[in-house]
């Protein structure tokens, strides 16, 4: 019996170690005090986990002029306080790679957030899953080398793929015409190359994590967020924790809402989908016009049919937003993808149709742009975020790693 109350105090121990890292890599540097109160645990706890933290590298503190020189604001912390505590930048590294039709970007980052080596590759449109993957492989190895660090230091990797991703088979569903990855297990071929934490996701859920990190979402906890692009897809956050798609992952697919029953078949079996209407291809067709840039020029221009079809884009979109609203209650709208680069064009009158046909308590949710890059760049930034907010995952990872003094105190 006293060895299994040993277990469950172990168990214990290692889930309050994980709840103080969380703390520490979401909210940045704290106090004993400050993460006590924000975990639910004793300081007497928190100073007995931390000290395990700190002789492993994993935790780091700043005391007296160190505080002022790490750049932490203590301001309005009780002088009694005592140093700050931080997760340890260099305990490890975080990786993202992003693959859209036409690119890879990859993101190497320390356990901070700070970016370390980001950069990118092309790739044609007909280029197999085979090469890509291959491709991705070496722009890591790339990365690390640039960051001077290697494979090992790695904590974890996310990959983002188009596309929905079964959660009980791994397997990439179809998406665009064309999509590579369809109907490949993308961590299953990844994992014959990288030994370390995986994750995989679709890449607009983490250009939705990038931003919350990162861009327009950063100080909200509901965030909603909306790529307007080749196809459109859409990433949720909830108090933070982004919403993976449901029970076998196939939730976010935005662009398939039906915006018209009685609208023209959509290859996905359904009539009258957003992605009709309200897509980049689409918006392109209506004006035949040949890519992005020539629609930003028509509608820097002020051409009044490029005027016309964005507000018609804009309103469908608000007029299908403003039912999710009316079920998630989102407390910010963030809309990306390139059709998002015509600004006011498209957003004024998706705001429009927002307050026009939500409830009132579901209406008043702002919509802005989104405020980092476009496509992979942006989903490998949130890829790496990503790793660093799957705590479970990486503080296993960190604490596999460090002799921790045996405590059985909780």
């Known amino acids: 019996m006293a060895a299994k109350d040993t277990g469950s105090l172990r168990a214990l121990r290692r889930t309050n170690s994980e709840r103080l890292l969380s703390a520490l890599m979401e909210h940045g540097a704290l106090h004993r005090a400050e993460l006590a109160r924000i975990c639910g645990l004793s300081r007497t706890t928190v100073s007995t986990i931390v000290a395990d933290l700190i002789a492993g590298s994993i935790v780091i503190e700043a005391v007296g002029d160190?505080?002022?020189?790490?750049?932490?604001?203590?301001?309005?912390?009780?002088?009694r306080a005592r140093g700050f505590l931080q997760a340890n930048p260099g305990a490890g590294a975080a990786a993202g790679l992003d693959f859209t039709l036409e690119r890879v970007w990859g993101q190497v980052t320390d356990l901070s957030g700070t970016t370390l080596a980001s950069a990118g590759v092309t790739t044609a449109r007909d280029t197999p899953w085979q090469e890509r993957l291959t491709a991705g492989l070496t722009l890591l190895d790339d990365l690390l080398t640039q960051a001077g660090t290697d494979r090992d230091a790695l904590v974890g990797v996310a990959i983002g793929v188009p596309g929905p991703i079964d959660s009980q088979t791994g397997v990439v569903g179809p998406s665009l015409p064309g999509q590579a990855w369809a109907g490949v297990n993308v961590s299953a071929e990844f994992g014959r190359h990288l030994d370390i934490p995986m994750l995989v996701e679709n890449n607009t859920r983490l250009e939705a994590v990038a931003e919350f990190t990162w861009g327009a979402?950063?100080?909200?906890?509901?965030?909603?967020?909306?790529?307007?692009?080749?196809g459109i897809g859409s990433g949720l956050l909830v108090d933070g924790n982004l919403h993976h798609g449901g029970a076998r992952g196939g939730g976010g697919e935005f662009g398939h809402i039906s915006a018209d029953p009685s609208g023209a078949p959509c290859p996905c079996g359904n009539r009258g989908c957003l992605v009709q209407y309200a897509s980049l291809p689409a918006v392109l067709k209506a004006l035949q016009l040949g890519d992005i840039d020539e629609l930003l020029a028509s509608a820097e221009a002020g051409d009044p049919e490029t005027v016309r079809v964005l507000r018609e884009a804009g309103e469908v979109t608000g007029r299908v937003l403003a039912n999710v609203c009316n079920l998630l209650n989102p407390e910010l709208i963030i809309v990306?993808?390139?059709?998002?680069?015509?600004?006011?064009?498209?957003?004024?009158?998706?705001?429009?149709?927002?307050?026009?046909?939500a409830m009132a308590l579901t209406r008043d949710a702002e919509v802005v742009a989104a405020q980092l890059?476009?496509?992979?760049?942006?989903?490998?930034?949130?890829?790496?975020?990503?790793?660093?907010?799957?705590?479970?995952?990486?503080?296993?990872?960190?604490?596999?790693?460090?002799?921790?003094?045996?405590?059985?105190a909780v």
Not at 66 to 79: H, K, L, M, N, Y
Not at 336 to 351: H, N, Q, S, W, Y
Not at 374 to 399: C, E, I, K, N
């Open 373 to 408: 890059d476009l496509g992979a760049r942006a989903g490998a930034s949130g890829a790496a975020a990503l790793v660093l907010r799957q705590t479970d995952q990486l503080v296993a990872a960190l604490l596999a790693g460090a002799e921790l003094r045996t405590n059985e």
């Open 336 to 357: 990306g993808g390139e059709l998002a680069r015509t600004g006011d064009l498209v957003l004024e009158p998706i705001r429009a149709a927002l307050r026009r046909s």
């Open 66 to 79: 160190q505080v002022a020189q790490a750049g932490i604001d203590a301001s309005e912390v009780d002088g």
């Open 217 to 230: 979402g950063r100080g909200a906890r509901d965030v909603l967020y909306l790529g307007l692009s080749t």
